[in-house]
Structures are given as structure tokens and as C-alpha cells.
């Protein structure tokens, strides 16, 4: 599985979108790139995953670039329950272990 | 939210006595997993289950079992707890070898003295 590298930490206004990068430079061609989100003390919440088309749904939007090097997680309108840590994982269709691993991820915070 | 529920919730035991956490389903989902995380670590696979009676090992799996007699329950054991077993233990379903779309549940923290 490709490695991921996200920015430790970002803010964001209320009300503004929230768009976190992920950058995936050696992901192959059958790997998905996979959003989870953990809000303090919380079990991680499954976002959204994309392989090349971008994805939208009611909680964001993921635009991949067109060499897939690269995502973007979009949050449109961030409000302050979208203070969380932020996961972006690559990760093989079919691959033997199920595991998710979940580097140390994006810190946003959403300031009113 | 998917029907996920652990219990307990908050525990706290002496090392070197036997723990159990359980872990509830309602959706009726064939894989559910254990994970553990700890600061500096993140989460890490402790035991998955693919089915009832079939679990494999995770990334973690030393001092640790588990064992699926129905779907919906998948109970992970600390045969003898240690102070490094120490942590907050998620469990989650879903997944399968074409979607790692997985849902967790709100968690136990366990502190071994």
C-alpha cells in the first residue's frame, strides 16, 4: 500500500470549506484512497473513497488528480463539529489483511 | 450510525487478571475487528473475524484472543492483563476484499494498574 503524507495540522473558518491535502505519490493502480475522520475520544467515522473519478456525498467531497498522486478532501461549509483528525489512507482492492492503518493524520481545526 | 456497541465502556483491573470486552452488532455484518489505540501509534489491528468461528490475527495479536459464536458478538480477551495492554480498544464491521469501508464503535478504555 502506498504511503500517505498529510499536513500535521490546519484551521479553517466556520462557515468556509476545508479542503485537506493528502499526497499518495507511489500509489498503484488499483489502490483506493480512503477518508476517516475521529473526532476527540471517538471512534473513526468512515468519510468517503475514491480510485480515480472524484466522489461526492453528503459529507464531502474527494477530488483525485489525474496522475493520482494526490487527493483532496473537501469539506464544503465546516462547522465546528468538523473539528476532528483527519485519515487519508491508500489502500489495495483485494488485499489478504482487512487492516486499515491510520498514520497520525490532520488535525483541523475550526475556528468560529 | 451503524448499530455498533461496546461494552464496557470504562474498566480499569489489576494487572495479571483476565479481561473481557465485548463488542455488538446489529447490522448483521460478517467482518468485525478489534483495534487498539494508543498516543504515538495510532490504531492497530488487534484480531479480525470474517465470519462466526473464523478470526485471524492482526498486526497486535500477542497476549490477546478473541472468539465469534454469533455474528453479532465478537469478544476480544486479555488472558492476563498487563499495564501495557493499557489503551482504548475500538471494535468495527465491515470491509470486504473490495471496500475497506469500515464503521467503528464508540470505544472502551481500559487502564491496567
Known amino acids: 500500500d502506498a504511503k500517505t503524507t498529510q499536513p500535521p495540522s490546519m484551521d479553517c473558518a466556520e462557515g468556509r470549506a476545508a479542503n485537506l491535502p493528502c499526497n499518495h505519490s507511489t500509489i498503484s493502480g488499483n489502490e483506493y484512497v480512503y477518508w476517516y475522520r475521529q473526532i476527540h475520544s471517538q471512534g473513526p467515522q468512515y468519510i468517503i473513497h475514491?480510485?480515480?473519478n472524484n466522489e461526492t456525498n453528503e459529507m464531502a467531497s474527494l477530488i483525485i488528480t489525474e496522475d493520482r498522486k494526490s487527493s483532496t478532501l473537501i469539506l464544503p461549509h465546516a462547522t465546528l463539529r468538523d473539528t476532528a483528525v483527519y485519515y487519508c489512507i491508500s489502500r489495495r482492492s483485494g488485499a489478504g489483511s482487512y487492516q486499515l492503518t491510520f498514520g497520525k493524520g490532520t488535525k483541523l481545526s475550526v475556528i468560529p | 450510525d451503524a448499530g455498533i456497541t461496546q461494552s464496557p465502556r470504562h474498566k480499569v483491573t489489576e494487572t495479571g487478571t483476565p479481561v473481557t470486552l465485548r463488542c455488538h452488532q446489529t447490522e448483521n455484518h460478517r467482518y468485525m475487528y478489534w483495534y487498539r489505540q494508543d498516543p504515538g501509534h495510532g490504531l492497530r489491528l488487534i484480531h479480525y473475524s470474517y465470519g462466526v468461528k473464523d478470526t485471524d490475527k492482526g498486526e497486535v495479536s500477542d497476549g490477546y484472543s478473541v472468539s465469534r459464536s454469533k455474528t453479532e458478538d465478537f469478544l476480544l480477551t486479555l488472558e492476563s492483563a498487563t499495564s501495557s495492554q493499557t489503551s482504548v480498544y475500538f471494535c468495527a464491521i465491515g470491509g470486504t476484499s473490495l471496500s475497506y469501508e469500515q464503521y467503528f464503535g464508540p470505544g472502551t478504555r481500559l487502564t491496567v494498574t
Open positions: 475514491g480510485l480515480k
